[in-house]
C-alpha cells in the first residue's frame, strides 16, 4: 500500500512540474512570436477578431505543447532514474538535472526552429510578405505558416525524445 502511495506522490509531482513547465514555455513561445511577427501586435488583431493572427498563435502553442510533452516525458525517466539510486544521491540528483536541462533544451531548439523555418518560407516565397497577409488577415497564409510550425515542432519532438534517450 506505501508503494501506491509513494507513487501517487510522484505522479503529483510530474503533474505539478508539467504545469508549471507548460505555461512558462506557451510564455516564451508567444513572447518570441511577437518577436518574430514584426510589429503585429496580436493582442489588438486578436480582439478585432484576426482568425489568421489567431491560427498561428494556435500552432505555435500546439508546437511548443509537442516539444514539451517530449521533455516532460524526460523528466519522468529522470525522476524514476532518481528513484532507483537514490534521489539525492549524485546519480539522482545527475538524473534530474540532465532530464530539466533537455527539457529547456527542447523549448529553445523548438523556438529557433520555428524562427529559422518561418524565416526560410520567408525567403522562399519572394513575392509574398507572410507577416503582412496575415496583419490582413489571410487565412491561407495563416495556415501555410501553420502548417510549417507544427512540422517542424513533429520533427524537433522527434529530437528532444532522442537528446533523451541518450542522456538518460
Given at each position: 500500500m506505501t508503494m501506491l502511495w509513494a507513487n501517487a506522490i510522484i505522479g503529483i509531482i510530474q503533474l505539478i512540474i508539467a504545469i508549471i513547465l507548460a505555461v512558462v514555455a506557451l510564455y516564451i513561445g508567444f513572447s518570441v512570436l511577437s518577436?518574430?511577427?514584426r510589429g503585429?501586435?496580436?493582442e489588438k488583431e486578436l480582439a478585432k477578431g484576426n482568425v489568421a493572427v489567431g491560427i498561428v498563435i494556435a500552432a505555435v502553442f500546439f508546437a511548443i505543447a509537442l516539444v514539451v510533452q517530449s521533455g516532460?516525458?524526460?523528466i519522468s525517466?529522470?525522476?524514476?532514474t532518481a528513484l532507483s539510486v537514490g534521489l539525492f544521491?549524485?546519480?539522482?540528483?545527475?538524473?534530474?538535472?540532465v532530464a530539466?536541462?533537455?527539457l529547456i533544451l527542447g523549448i529553445i531548439l523548438a523556438v529557433g526552429a520555428i524562427y529559422l523555418a518561418l524565416w526560410i518560407l520567408d525567403k522562399l516565397t519572394k513575392g509574398l510578405h507572410e507577416f503582412e497577409e496575415i496583419r490582413k488577415g489571410?487565412?491561407?497564409?495563416?495556415?501555410?505558416?501553420?502548417?510549417v510550425i507544427v512540422a517542424t515542432a513533429v520533427i524537433i519532438q522527434s529530437g528532444v525524445i532522442g537528446i533523451t534517450t541518450a542522456l538518460l
Open positions: 518577436r518574430i511577427t503585429i501586435d496580436e516532460i516525458s524526460g525517466v529522470g525522476i524514476s544521491s549524485a546519480d539522482g540528483i545527475t538524473a534530474i538535472v530539466f536541462v533537455q489571410n487565412v491561407a497564409v495563416a495556415l501555410e505558416m501553420a502548417g
